[in-house]
Structure formats: C-alpha cells, structure tokens
C-alpha cells in the first residue's frame, strides 16, 4: 500500500521588526527615519506613591487602555505590560492590516 509522505518545511523568517534608537538618535533626529504604516499604538508607564500604571492608545482604532500594574512594579514593567496589551488588542481584532507599529 502506498503512502502519502510530505517533507517538512521550515519558514525561520521573524514576523516582525523591532527598531531601537539611541538617546542620541533620538535628541539630534539621525538614524533610520521610522515609516509608520498600518495601526500605530503610542504607550506610556509611569508610577507614584499610589502604584505603578501604565496606558496605551490605539490612534487609528480609537481605542484607549489604562491598566493600574500594582505598588511593586517598576517603570519597565509597566512599558512591557502596555506593549503586551497592545499586541493583545490587535491581535484579538479582526483588521486587515499587515503592519501595527508601537511606539513606547
């Protein structure tokens, strides 16, 4: 009896791109000019006395999250937990767009 076989096939290629400027970069506007296509979220984490918080805007789905993180967290997590959110609600989002760029 004959058998179906099939060779297994490896696509290694990332599914997205992560682009990082200096501080330098950043303050003289050198370095590779950032194209923003598709979604664009804009993040931000901040903490006081009260607790650490972080927020996110989804400028062209209008969407807005804020999400208090607790006392313990620091700065850095909050940014990690806004960017993660961000991927959730894009991901959760039946939207044709390819490209979803987040800028933190």
């Not at 804009?42 to 903490?47: I, K, R």
């Not at 006395?49 to 208090?68: I, N, P």
């Not at 909050?78 to 993660?84: G, N, P, Q, T």
């Amino acid at each position: 009896m004959a058998a179906d076989v099939m060779r297994p096939g490896f696509n290694l290629e990332p599914k997205c791109r992560v682009t990082l400027f200096t501080r330098e970069e950043w303050t003289r506007g050198t370095g590779t000019v950032l194209v923003v296509k598709g979604i664009v979220w804009f993040t931000g984490g901040s903490s006081t006395a009260k607790g650490t918080g972080t927020r996110a805007y989804g400028q062209f789905v209008g969407r807005r999250l804020s999400v208090s993180v607790g006392k313990l967290a620091t700065d850095f997590q909050a940014e990690v937990y806004a960017i993660l959110a961000c991927v959730h609600e894009t991901d959760t989002q039946d939207r044709p767009e390819k490209h979803v760029s987040i800028c933190s």
